[in-house]
DNA sequence: ATACTGAGCGCG
DNA sequence: AAAGCGCGCTCAGTAT
């Protein structure tokens, strides 16, 4: 087995092992305590423990492998459901639901290794295998190498939603077996990991313990290396001034990260409320859409269309057409370049050969792709999603994002289509209960704000302590425009477009305002990705000698920000590491490659960096306070639910709506004990809806 | 059959 | 030669 690592005995313990109480008097003594699951699948909502593992330190020095038979739970109850207990596991927010699926919820701190290990090495893999093969140099076999395969055909409704099809036969008849019981999936199953689990523990009892128990040793020596390694890790904060409190990314962990934890397993557990009226209202017209446009696609081609994103695109376009590409792709494995066919070209098609078959074709492939995507992401495979009340349960991923940011998956929540492109109001179907307000509150310009307050630019932080919008302040200030003339060309823009003015209205100083406005909004966008001049021209459609202009003259107004960008990858290239507010940091160590394009690439993501990874313990550290104030979830009923970069999604009952709103508008705009030197201010809408709150 | 990758595109 | 940050999902194509 290759097993570099002195393993402790594996014990046993079930309901009826005469220990079991000795066993529980000492976990109850323990500080802290790693614990696993045995689970008859990955789906949050769905699946149960059936085993479960704990590991500890024993008095005196003798470490414990433990597997115990889910019957022995209510043994555990008071300490599952003690405030106070740390809990480490691999994966937590996983476990818990585990444990609250089996009806033992455990109240204690949600100490994940896997997000320790995220603060430490952001570029390897996370997984409780992975961290125990590369740090303690331990191997050993996963579940389904061990037990047999759970074959493809399982429904795992959180996995891969492709293989969720009834079994047919030759004559096209459902097969007799089991299906999936989730709502409108039934998918067949083939061999259950229950059953696989089942098998084990009957024909193999000794290596089912023997397994189930090093996950949670593994869990604990992990535990204990990352704690170590976390204290010994260095950091301070981009702003040290201000936020003096981090030494360790030890104490950037157990202050932020942990209580964080906590508040994401809420939101995974309350999860959004789908209405499946809407969705099945409306998929019937996107399909008929769908085809419809396929069948035009087709007769235009000369032949039906069978895969929509298939080669032949190319084949039409450029052979058959004639039209030349405007980019190539990158090759990939196979270093074999084709020309793209993407958005951008398909609308330059669209718009230069008007009249002609290419033009008609590009249009039905854009509108085509416009509806596609979100009909199989978010129509298509809601249904299988969804639990026995209609809730939606993402996962909220807290060790992905190098910079410190959430990411949402199975399904992704944060990339539902929004405005115009939202044509099938898709927003509108997450909604609350009745009687319930949904409560959308987002960032107004944070990571202008936090650029304004980390370079302690006055300019900039004058904008915002003014209260004036940041891009009409930020023209005003570059080029020398009064901001009430910039506010009212604004204005004058908006009444033509409605009709309310006549175009006259729009004389070039209007123009002149409104560019200036927009040039400044590409600048500080820019800014924050480190784009160079290149890239800028052709954003703010000028020449690069233009761009380059527009961007001294911006930088001459604000020094300090240009000082800050600099500083930023300066720090990097001193010590390899860029920070952010309260002290995570992300190495960054390709800022001394040699090749141009990685370091460059290097250099934008110093730039980056500190701004979008202080952005998100801004609104990390609102969303623990909202949670933390138990007033606002016990005395007003309010249900944290998504969070979307810099928005914060929940519920609550109508009567408290204003309350709430009010409450939560003052941890956003007061995360922080300390003062960052630039007002945050957030905007709060409710409705029944997502999409009504905007 | 199953797994992986690149291209493309949605969001902040 | 490569020049816009951070994510996840779907599809098509290819590798195993």
New binding site residues.
Partial sequence: MGWNIQLPDAEYYDLYSATLDGIVREVQDQKAVAIDTETDGLNIVECNPYYWSLSWTSENGRDRRLTLNANAFPAFKHIFSDYERNWVFVNAKFDAHMMENGKHPIKGKLIDVSVMHALLYEEEPHGLKDMARVHLGWKWTDFSDTFGKI???YCMCGG????HKPKIDSKGNPIEGKYCKSTDCHCYMEATALEVLRRAEKDNHNLLVDYAANDAYGTWKLFHLMNKELAEAPTSSLYPDRWPYINTLYDYFYKTEVPFTRVLYACERNGIKVDKGYLQGIAPNIVKDMLELRKQMGELYGKPII?????WQTEYFINKCGIRPTKM??????GIKKP?????F?TYVAESFRGEDSSKMATLLLEH??I??QY??YIQ?MPGRLDGKDYVHMKL?QD????G?L??????M??????E??RFHLRNAFICEKGEDMVVADYSQLEMRLLAAASQEPGMMEIFHRNWDIHMGNAAFVFNLPYDDIAAAKDIEKQVKKGKLPESAMTPYVWQCLKARADVKNIG??LN????E??LAA?MDCSVEEAVDKINQYMARYPAVRAFFDEAVEEVRDCGYAFTLMGRRRSLPDILAH???IR??AE??AS?MPI?GTAAETCKMAMINIYEDTELRTKYGYKMRLQ????ILGTCPKEYTDIVKERIREWMEHPFPTDIGVPLLADIGSASSWGGAK
């Avoid at 792709?329 to 196979?334: E, F, I, M, P, Y």
């Avoid at 990705?529 to 160079?532: I, L, R």
């Fill in positions: 074959r493809k055909g891969t939603y492709a293989a895969k929509v994103g298939g080669q792709t990158k090759g990939g494995a196979s793209s066919i993407d958005a951008k398909l792709g416009a596609a995507k199989s992401t495979s991923n992905v994002a190098r910079t940011r990411s949402s998956s199975d399904p992704n944060q990339n539902v289509t929004t405005g492109k939202d966008f820019g990705y480190g784009m160079k290149r890239a954003r090749k141009d394009y460059f690439r934008r993501q980056n979008q979307v970069h810099d928005e």
